[in-house]
């Protein structure tokens, strides 16, 4: 009986992981794909700037050491990355498999050694206790 309980829990897990690597695959793809119309384009980034709501509560000084010195360099990468975001989804894909596949083997694993921990705990209980 331990050992259903032990594979049918493994055999849960193994499915919920696949589960959840299948949403962010399908995640992933639909958002490199809907890049620059979920951006408004590649022109979008560049008309951004510091929101009301943060000017609110931020010291002048700090917003405007935001506004001069990070948000262009930030720009940037946000464009670079809109730019490169259909080009890595391929990437993104093989690491999500591989990292679902690695997570796979380890449940499976972590299934056997339990299976192994029930073996040696009936191996050694006493013959009376094991009826």
Partial sequence: MLYALCWFAVFSLVSLW?????????????ASHQTGSLAGGAGAVD??????WLLSWLPPEVALTIS??????????????????????????????????????????LGFAVSGLIAAMHRRAPAHARA
């Fill in 18 to 30: 696949s589960l959840a690597a299948w949403g962010l695959h399908a995640m992933a793809l639909w």
């Fill in 47 to 52: 008309s951004g700037g510091i929101s009301a």
């Fill in 68 to 109: 001069d010195a990070l948000l262009p360099d930030f720009r940037e990468a946000i464009q670079a990355m809109i730019e490169w975001a259909p080009a890595l989804s391929g990437g993104f894909s093989v690491a999500v498999w591989l990292a679902w596949g690695i997570g796979t083997a380890l449940l499976v694993m």
